[in-house]
Structures are given as structure tokens and as C-alpha cells.
């Protein structure tokens, strides 16, 4: 197997966000959910997550993935549980990832990150306006200031990757991609990920994501900007990931377009692992069936 992250699901009560297009309640999946931690010393012992992240370093993976069904943040005993397993690996993961909304991230939390040895925070965001990030989060009764959470997370050395999620609030960037592009640059990130939103069924979320999706063609004007800027010697190809998805720079960001977040369009190659709320791990978001062990 060839396989490049393994995403380890947080355990929580629920996630504090709402958002619109949540991927985890567009499926039904019981997966135990053990929160707190006397829960896990009770029922997953350090030896169950020390042989699942074991298993994913032994084929291969560089990249421990912080994620899930709720926000990372809510449960930051669990973060620094696992890094301390981490380091008593044989190889310990070097490349270790948060992915958050940064919806109630503040510089101390950041500042124990970075202790625990975090390298890259995936900051997921469905705009540069604030306000329209938060209705997608369904909670306009926060407060959220993104430029000043990517000025911390570059304060703090951190690589900053910015997932953009392809609401219908870039379309306004739909025939500018440099523009768009250039905001990414202004805010310091360092890598920009194209996501395209997932619908699945019927459910509410499915049905917001059908109707508030961007209605632009990304994957095909990034390639073609791509394209353009690689003649005009801006821009070039850096290298293609074994799930298919191709790394390009650009203004000394790379630039990735993930059209295929839950691996749909399957393959021989393994994506990811996941190790689920459960303490067990899988090779796929969407099917128990996946499970390993």
C-alpha cells in the first residue's frame, strides 16, 4: 500500500459548529464515540492506538491528520494523548496536521499546538468574509476575524494551508483566479486546497450544497490558469500525489484541487487510513465495511 495521511477522528459530545454542507450528517454510521479521557483508558487502551498508528507508518504514511466529526479543538486532551504515542513510535510522524474551521482558536491554544509538536493547520473556510464564514457555520452569533488567525498561525511559524470550500461565495472570484489566489497569498498561506463540496441523498445538508454550491467549473479554470501561468513561466508543475490529485506552485504557494474529498471515484491506491471515533481504523469516510481492524 502507498498511502499518504492518516486522519484520526476526535472524539466529542458534538461538534460546536452547524455547518451547512457537514459531510459526517449526510451518512447514518454508528461509530462508539469515547470522549473523555478515563473513557479511553476504560475502553481503548494505549495499545490500540499505538498499533493503529504503527500499522499506518508501516505502509507508508507521513502525515498524522487531526479531524473528524466535530472541531479538534474541543478536545485538546485527545491531541496531545496521541503525539505523546507518536513519539514513542519506532518513526514517528514528523508531518502532523489540525484541520479546523478556527471558529473559538485563540493564540494560546495555538501556542500549545505548536508545543505539541503540530507543523500544519488546515484552515477550512467557505469565504474571506467573516460574516458569510459564520452563516455557513450556522453561528452568526460569534465572533470569527480570519485575517487575525492566519497573523497568529504565521506568528507562530506554522505552515498554513487554506481549504477553500466552493461555496457560491467565490464565485465572485470565478473569472479572477489570481485575484482569489492573491487574497490566499495576502493572508500568508502557504498551500491552497480546492475542495469541492460532497452531496450525498436527501438530507439537508445534501440539499444546501446542491443549492449554494459554486456554480463555477474550478477544477477547470485552475487548470487553465495553470496552464496559462506555466507559459508565462508563473506557475509549474511540482508532482502528482499517488491518489491522482497534482501539486503545482504558484507564487510559492502549492496549489492542490481536491474534486473528491470522500474518494468516490475509486482506485488501487488506499487514500487515506482513518482511525474513527472508535478507536478502530478504516480505509474509507463513508462505509464501515472498510474497516481493518
Known amino acids: 500500500m502507498e498511502i499518504q495521511n492518516l486522519s484520526v477522528c476526535i472524539p466529542s459530545t458534538g461538534c460546536i459548529n452547524n455547518c451547512k454542507f457537514c459531510v459526517s450528517r449526510q451518512h447514518c454510521e454508528d461509530y462508539k464515540n469515547i470522549y473523555n479521557q478515563s473513557d479511553i483508558n ?19 504514511c507521513n502525515t498524522l491528520m487531526f479531524t473528524g466529526t466535530c472541531e ?5 486532551e485527545f491531541i496531545k494523548y496521541i503525539l505523546n504515542i507518536n513519539e514513542d513510535l519506532p518513526s514517528p510522524f514528523k508531518i502532523i496536521e489540525i484541520q479546523t474551521t478556527g471558529r473559538r482558536v485563540n493564540e494560546d491554544m495555538i501556542k500549545d499546538w505548536v508545543n505539541y509538536g503540530i507543523t500544519t493547520i488546515a484552515l477550512s473556510i ?7 464564514n459564520l452563516s455557513v457555520m450556522d453561528r452568526t452569533d460569534d465572533k470569527f476575524n480570519l485575517q487575525n488567525l492566519c497573523k497568529i498561525i504565521k506568528e507562530n511559524d506554522l505552515n498554513l494551508r487554506m481549504c477553500l470550500n466552493l461555496t457560491k461565495y467565490f464565485d465572485r472570484y470565478g473569472n479572477g483566479i489570481r485575484e482569489l489566489l492573491n487574497k490566499c497569498k495576502d493572508y500568508g498561506a502557504d498551500q491552497v486546497t480546492f475542495r469541492v463540496l460532497y452531496a450525498e441523498g436527501e438530507t439537508e445538508q445534501a440539499k444546501w450544497v446542491r443549492e449554494n454550491k459554486s456554480k463555477n467549473n474550478f477544477s477547470f479554470i485552475v487548470n487553465t490558469f495553470i496552464k496559462q501561468c506555466s507559459q508565462w513561466g508563473e506557475a509549474r508543475f511540482l508532482r502528482r ?13 502549492s496549489i492542490a484541487i481536491d474534486d473528491d474529498c470522500m474518494n468516490t471515484k475509486k482506485n488501487d491506491n488506499i487514500r ?19 474497516l481493518l481492524f
Open 42 to 60: 476504560r475502553y481503548y487502551t494505549y495499545d490500540t492506538y499505538y498499533k493503529k498508528m504503527s500499522f499506518a507508518r508501516d505502509n507508508g
Open 72 to 76: 479538534p479543538q474541543q478536545n485538546n
Open 126 to 132: 467557505n469565504s474571506f468574509v467573516d460574516e458569510e
Open 241 to 253: 500525489l499517488p491518489h491522482g490529485i497534482n501539486l503545482y506552485g504558484f507564487n510559492g504557494m
Open 272 to 290: 487515506y487510513l482513518v482511525l474513527r471515533e472508535n478507536g478502530k481504523l478504516y480505509t474509507d469516510w463513508t462505509d464501515m465495511a472498510s
